[in-house]
């Protein structure tokens, strides 16, 4: 084993306490200068260690790197980051990384994920807040042998299965706004931008991007942001182990993709419209440059907003913007 990785398995068993220089040189048998260089590179990459020339140095309960290495140390999956976990300290997109990895042949299942983004894109060309630290900021490649009109439903499960992670962990009372975000008292806490390439009628790849807001405060956000987020943290007042969540994520994940596949797609649906809470409600959707207003009949299994006007005209609506009605006064 690495002299780094040693280190870290050592500091990591007594977290929470301090180990001098000392002690560790001796139980690795490096110099005490060499610990220093290597306490230095896991600081880098994002691991909090307290040092004291007194006391020595302390691995804090607040270290919450994402590294590959963190996340594959217990991950039990068989495709989703499994194979191919890259870790990019920083990127503009995990999405545009994720694409071109994709497009050089990258495998099903690889994941791209981002300690901080400085071009995070989210729908309709609107930006995501990626500070470093608190969030979690990924892209997953998949390569399932659908067809493109077929690919919204990979959306809605994504959603589905971020929703069912953050209950089973947090508990957190949130609902699915359509088509894809997750809400937690009406603030948006995590969104999904889905990307494809297709040939033909089929489908090349999907890049499955998704951003949450773990243990944002949003302290350096706009007042747009302040107003219309939240994060985990904000929510049940707790912080949360970035990596943890994102093991049990993919978990999941594989879970409801290989339900997907095997074109069990109708419970997915089904607890997608239950969390979403949306069928029977009157609604507002902003569609570029159009406003519809009726109340929601359904929305089909590939994601399609169904809507009656008030003359009872049905509508068929494929993205947008919804308000509900009861937000609209
Ligand atoms: C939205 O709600 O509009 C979708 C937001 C999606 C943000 C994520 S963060 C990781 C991935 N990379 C990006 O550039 N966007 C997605």
Redesign the pocket.
């Known amino acids: 084993m690495a002299t780094n990785d040693q280190l870290l398995l050592y500091l990591k068993k007594n977290q929470g306490n301090w180990v001098s220089s000392e002690l560790i040189s001796n139980n690795l048998s490096v110099s005490r200068s060499a610990i220093g260089k290597h306490i230095g590179k896991l600081k880098k990459e994002g691991y909090v260690i307290e040092s004291s020339p007194k006391k020595g140095y302390l691995f804090s309960e607040a270290s919450d790197p994402i590294t590959a290495d963190e996340i594959k140390e217990g991950l039990c999956t068989k495709v989703c980051g499994k194979q191919n976990i890259i870790y990019l300290k920083e990127t503009?997109?995990?999405?545009?990384r994720?694409k071109e990895l994709a497009a050089h042949g990258a495998s099903e299942g690889t994941l791209v994920i981002?300690e901080k983004?400085t071009?995070?894109?989210?729908?309709?060309g609107?930006?995501?807040f990626?500070p470093p630290g608190d969030?979690?900021?990924?892209?997953l490649i998949l390569r399932p042998a659908i067809s493109p009109n077929e690919t919204p439903r990979i959306t809605l499960m994504t959603a589905v299965v971020l929703a069912e992670t953050l209950i089973s962990l947090m508990k957190l009372k949130l609902r699915i706004k359509w088509p894809?975000?997750i809400l937690v008292n009406e603030k948006?806490l995590?969104?999904?931008?889905t990307e494809i390439s297709t040939e033909m009628d089929a489908v090349n790849y999907i890049?499955v991007?998704?951003?949450?807001n773990v243990n944002t405060l949003f302290e350096n956000s706009s007042q747009e942001i302040k107003k219309s987020a939240t994060s985990i943290l904000i929510e049940t007042g707790n912080r949360t182990s970035r990596v943890k969540l994102i093991q049990k994520f993919l978990k999941l994940y594989e879970q409801y993709y290989d339900m997907f596949k095997k074109n069990n797609f109708e419970p997915i649906m089904n607890r997608w419209r239950q969390l979403a809470d949306i069928i029977g409600k009157q609604i507002k959707v902003d569609v570029v440059g159009e406003t519809h207003i009726g109340e929601v009949v359904d929305v089909d299994n590939d994601g399609v907003l169904i809507l009656k006007d008030d003359q009872g005209k049905l509508q068929r609506i494929f993205s947008g913007d919804v308000t509900l009605a009861r937000q609209l006064k």
């Open positions: 503009d997109s995990t999405n545009t994720a981002a983004q071009n995070g894109r989210g729908r309709r609107r930006s995501w990626s969030g979690i900021y990924f892209s894809n975000d948006k995590a969104g999904i931008l890049v991007g998704l951003g949450l």
